[in-house]
């Protein structure tokens, strides 16, 4: 994520953005040791952000969408914007319609007609395919594609390498297994796995 906003800054995109540091609630110490690394700071648990200063944005850079949601609806109640992240890399159709929150890697690629709800992760060289719907805090993972005609309800990851067939509907708080094909719609809260999914 913070190579995200460091490579926007530096091409000159978006308004620019100062790194204050970052929010954990149970940081592990290799995360830790590597935001100090980076030279930020550790800020403590989510509930700080009841003091941030006026103007402060939260981009969330949580890899599980159930997660993400939980965190996202505490930091909405702070009443805290999040902020558009598109890697200078990546591709966006220019009729994408997008929420707050979205994040997109390096050499992802959106086409036409696409739409996108809030805190939508795509990560690295993934795709997704015209008039294809993404619902809020769906993460899609590295090499995985979405077809055309797709719908990915509230919540699903997609992972890495697996694909999404053509008008097809993955229900809500499901999972994609890495590597799986997806030829039929995905019952809402089920794992699937495997070529093709079962």
């Not at 989510?46 to 965190?71: F, K, M, N, S």
């Not at 993460?139 to 992972?159: Q, W």
């Amino acid at each position: 994520m913070l190579g995200i906003v460091r490579a926007i800054t530096a091409a000159g995109h978006g308004p620019g953005f100062r790194v204050l540091g970052f929010v954990d609630d149970a940081p592990a110490e290799p995360n830790l040791k590597l935001v100090h690394a980076l030279d930020l700071p550790y800020l403590g648990p989510v509930e700080e952000l009841r003091q941030a200063p006026p103007g402060t944005a939260v981009a969330l850079g949580i890899g599980d969408p159930r997660v993400r949601r939980a965190v996202a609806a505490r930091v909405d109640a702070y009443g805290l914007p999040a902020p558009v992240l598109v890697h200078p890399d990546a591709t966006v159709g220019p009729d994408t319609v997008a929420g707050d929150g979205l994040v997109v890697f390096a050499g992802a690629r959106v086409t036409t007609n696409v739409r996108l709800g809030r805190h939508v992760h795509l990560n690295q060289n993934c795709t997704v395919g015209h008039d294809s719907v993404l619902a809020d805090c769906v993460s899609v993972n590295p090499l995985a594609a979405i077809s055309g005609a797709c719908v990915l309800e509230t919540g699903v990851l997609v992972g890495t390498t697996a694909a999404v067939l053509q008008g097809l509907r993955v229900g809500r708080d499901a999972t994609v297994g890495a590597g799986a094909c997806v030829v039929r719609d995905v019952p809402a809260g089920a794992v699937v796995k495997g070529v093709p999914a079962r």
